[in-house]
């Protein structure tokens, strides 16, 4: 039993490590149209559209990654108000009501 207790803290150890990245807060709003749009007011270039909230927060990690992997390769550091977190790290999801 032993070996298999050092595998898991060494594993979740390992994850810790790999899991490191940046709060980042956001603003979603209903559009006119239908759907919803988010926007971040501290990543320049942050707009995700989706048809549900959902989808918006489903698809916004991608694109904040995105912008922010474009931004290293030109050279332009993270925005200041980007604050950086390891995990583990407490979160607020959103759950729609029923």
Do not use: C, D
């Not at 790999?18 to 971040?40: D, K, V, W």
């Not at 501290?42 to 707009?47: D, R, S």
């Not at 904040?64 to 108000?81: F, H, Q, T, Y």
């Amino acid at each position: 039993m032993r070996k298999v207790s050092e595998r898991k803290t060494k594993y979740r150890h390992e994850k810790k490590i790999a899991l490191n990245g940046y709060t980042l807060p956001i603003h979603i709003e209903p559009l006119e149209e239908g759907g919803y749009l988010a926007q971040s007011p501290v990543l320049p270039g942050f707009l995700v559209e989706g048809e549900t909230v959902e989808q918006v927060l489903e698809w916004a990690p991608g694109v904040a990654r995105a912008l922010l992997e474009a931004m290293r390769e030109k050279g332009i550091e993270p925005p200041v108000a980007l604050k950086t977190v390891k995990f583990p790290v407490n979160v607020e999801i959103l759950v729609t009501a029923v």
